[in-house]
Nanobody, 121 residues
Framework: QVQLVESGGGLVQPGGSLRLSCAAS????????IGWFRQAPGKEREGVSC????????YYADSVKGRFTISRDNAKNTVYLQMNGLKPEDTAVYYC??????????????WGQGTQVTVSS
């Protein structure tokens, strides 16, 4: 069955870095776009970034542009989110989700369970 498993979250000081991983199984990752989302306490889930099936097209929310980098290794069935210059407002549960096609313009059909990122001194 389709599974997405996030890892790499944790507690980090402001200005620090984390790399999140989204490990995919049960399907051929190289046919699908993957998005990263986050949800902070009391707030709605928001889109953070997305990468197309080939990796040639990426999107970022304005709030993370220049600080976060999305990438993928289809041979390892994994998508990454490198987060640098972390701020307290980046604190949230981070989720990855599979798009229904190779394009980031399609909708999401499967979600991971999430990984907690806490930015605090």
């Amino acid at each position: 069955q389709v599974q997405l498993v996030e890892s790499g979250g944790g507690l980090v000081q402001p200005g620090g870095s984390l790399r999140l991983s989204c490990a995919a199984s049960g399907f051929a990752l190289d046919y699908y776009a993957i998005g990263w989302f986050r949800q902070a306490p009391g707030k709605e889930r928001e889109g953070v970034s997305c990468i197309s099936f080939s990796g040639h097209t990426t999107y970022y929310a304005d709030s993370v542009k220049g600080r976060f980098t999305i990438s993928r290794d289809n041979a390892k069935n994994t998508v990454y989110l490198q987060m640098n210059g972390l701020k307290p407002e980046d604190t949230a549960v981070y989720y990855c989700a599979r798009r229904t096609t190779g394009s980031c313009s399609s909708s999401n059909d499967y979600w991971g369970q999430g990984t907690q990122v806490t930015v605090s001194s």
